[in-house]
């Protein structure tokens, strides 16, 4: 079984500060997704990425695969309120044709 | 706005009974994955069908079961219903591939009192 697991599980931080948080597995994923969701509301992609050191940025987002395709890390530069939300990675297996989601990190952004 | 809709968004009902959710997924996409997400936990990945067959089954009760039409719009059916079913439930679809990209819909979130 593969599991995902990300950290911190919480994060609380202010307005303006940097953060980075983790999806790590003993397991190689063909992909990984980070996905983005807000309270009572679907996951919302954010990003997917494929080769072993890709690094993807979306906007103050960015987004590293690691070089074994096992762990991910996204870093958020100047946080801001709108930032806050539940941040899911979901690791891809093509043979299985399903992904695999860690439990999130809730991050909260004070203004 | 992803593209994928469920209805319907709030349901309401009885410890025992049973209900049917409702999913359409984005145009083109074969797949469908039912998850179930309670309070303050991720995302609990239940069942996945691709073009009417079913593919993979995660953590999904006997209780529960679902299937994929040939128009494919999927249903879940969740049967004598207990408190602890109460949480919202999500269906995303995808176009398959390597990425196995999914787009979630809205959700609906299920009471049982």
């Known amino acids: 079984t593969q599991l995902l697991e990300q950290s911190p599980q919480f994060l609380s931080i202010q307005e303006g500060e940097n953060l980075t948080v983790y999806c790590n597995s003993s397991s190689v994923f063909s992909s990984l997704q980070w996905y983005r969701q807000e309270p009572g509301e679907g996951p919302v992609l954010l990003v997917t990425?494929?080769?072993?050191?890709e690094v993807k940025k979306l906007k103050r987002l960015t987004f590293q695969f690691g070089d074994a395709r096992k762990d991910s890390s996204l870093h958020i530069t100047a946080a801001q309120p709108g930032d806050t939300g539940l941040y899911l990675c979901a690791g891809a297996d093509t043979n299985a044709g399903k992904s695999t989601f860690g439990d999130g990190t809730t991050l909260t952004v004070k203004p | 706005d992803s593209g994928v809709t469920q209805t319907p968004k709030h349901l309401i009902t009885a410890t025992g009974q049973r209900v049917t959710l409702r999913c359409s997924p984005r145009s083109g996409d074969l797949s469908v994955y039912w998850y179930q997400q309670s309070l303050d936990q991720g995302l609990q990945f239940l069942i996945q069908y691709y073009n009417g067959e079913e593919r993979a089954k995660g953590n999904i009760l006997e209780r529960f079961s679902a299937q994929q039409f040939p128009d494919l719009h999927s249903e879940l059916n969740l049967s004598s219903l207990e408190l602890g079913d109460s949480a919202l439930y999500f269906c995303?679809?995808?176009?398959?591939?390597?990425?196995?990209?999914?787009?979630f819909g809205p959700g609906t979130r299920l009471t049982v009192l």
């Open positions: 995303a679809s995808s176009a398959g591939g390597s990425y196995n990209e999914q787009f």
């Open positions: 990425v494929v080769t072993g050191g």
